[in-house]
């Protein structure tokens, strides 16, 4: 069964950091492309950063370029998602996602939410003044 477990969220304030990690089960990370996104009640989930499955190159999005960072640990079967300089309006619900879409393993810049095919349980990532 293909499966992501996401952990890392929490409470911190302005200018403060943290790091998420997704644990993927049932599947070779290296094949898909992975992406983190996060969602505020009553808005669409915001595509904030991805890894292309061929050569692993990233992508961030421009409210987030500059202080957040991601990677992918093959040997753990593990990603992360390193949260700097974090602002009140990063505050939401954070998720991270696998696609199998030819083109986003290939280049995952501009992938849409629908076109991840496994989810996250999503975690809260609360940034207090």
């Known amino acids: 069964q293909l499966r992501l477990v996401e952990s890392g969220g929490g409470f911190v304030q302005t200018g403060g950091s943290l790091r998420l990690s997704c644990t993927v089960s049932g599947f070779n990370l290296n094949f898909y492309a992975l992406g983190w996104f996060r969602q505020v009640p009553g808005k669409e989930r915001e595509g904030i950063s991805c890894i292309s499955g061929n050569d692993g190159s990233t992508y961030y999005s421009d409210s987030v370029k500059g202080r957040f960072t991601t990677a992918r640990d093959s040997a753990k079967n593990t990603m992360f998602l390193q949260l700097n300089d974090l602002k009140p309006e990063d505050t939401g619900v954070y998720y991270c996602?696998?696609?199998?879409?030819?083109?986003?393993?290939?280049?995952?810049?501009?992938?849409?939410?629908?076109?991840?095919?496994?989810w996250g349980q999503g975690t809260q990532v609360t940034v207090s003044s």
């Open positions: 996602a696998a696609s199998a879409a030819d083109d986003l393993y290939n280049n995952c810049s501009g992938g849409q939410s629908d076109e991840y095919d496994v």
